[in-house]
């Protein structure tokens, strides 16, 4: 078999690995988020991202928060818009 072709399949499965995980380590939070090493350092020491660091060096991230944290601050679709003002106005008719 080709090497790039078993380290392909090595990668797959290494992500099928981290995605059975509820605890991820700072270099698999970078792979599953895809934020890089240094900008992850910036927003753990801002705190800017959720995070643990029990033994005070090591640092373990909540995959659950993570999703929380990558998905805040979402942005209506053009269709979430108008489907409320439609839902606005069938509330406000004017009579």
């Known amino acids: 078999m080709d090497t790039l072709l078993i380290l392909e399949r090595l990668d797959r499965l290494e992500k099928l690995l981290i995605g059975s995980k509820e605890v991820l380590t700072f270099d698999e ?10 900008y992850l350092y910036k927003l753990t020491a801002s705190g ?35 489907a409320e003002a439609l839902a606005y106005t069938m509330r406000h008719k004017v009579q």
């Open 29 to 38: 939070a970078c792979d599953y988020t895809g934020i890089s090493r240094s």
């Open 48 to 82: 800017r991202i959720p995070h643990s660091k029990p033994n005070g060096k090591m640092l373990f991230f909540d995959k659950a928060k993570l999703v929380e944290w990558l998905l805040q601050n979402r942005r209506k679709s053009k269709h979430d818009i108008e």
